[in-house]
Nanobody, 119 residues
Framework: QVQLVESGGGLVQAGGSLRLSCAAS????????MGWYRQVPEKQRELVAI???????NYADSVKGRFTISRDSAKNTVYLQMNSLKPEDTAVYYC?????????????WGQGTQVTVSS
């Protein structure tokens, strides 16, 4: 069983910074990609940023230039550095890990961490 444990959410003023961390207990498995998604009430969960095992990254347009995703593969940990935060970044942020088992790739999710940006 794979578990993702997130930390680092909280309340911050607009223009401030937060750093999210997510550690995956998946030492027996290889992880294809890890990423961060966010969700606000009554809206679908959306991709924020993703990083592959090879280090390639992809960002939502709304966070490009402000957020940086990084990964420590030895620790199975992914980070999201969020700078210049805006009130519209307020959401529950979920960590995701994509782990293959044979030809099937499974998605695992963290419990979510609240990020609130005040104006």
């Amino acid at each position: 069983q794979v578990q993702l444990v997130e930390s680092g959410g909280g309340l911050v003023q607009a223009g401030g910074s937060l750093r999210l961390s997510c550690a995956a207990s998946a030492r027996r498995f290889s992880i294809n990609a890890m990423g961060w998604y966010r969700q606000v009430p009554e809206k679908q969960r959306e991709l924020v940023a993703i990083i592959t095992s090879g280090g390639r990254t992809n960002y939502a347009d709304s966070v490009k230039g402000r957020f940086t995703i990084s990964r420590d593969s030895a620790k199975n940990t992914v980070y999201l550095q969020m700078n210049s935060l805006k009130p519209e970044d307020t959401a529950v942020y979920y960590c995701n890990a994509r782990i293959p088992n044979g030809i099937v790739v499974y998605d695992y999710w963290g419990q979510g961490t609240q990020v609130t940006v005040s104006s």
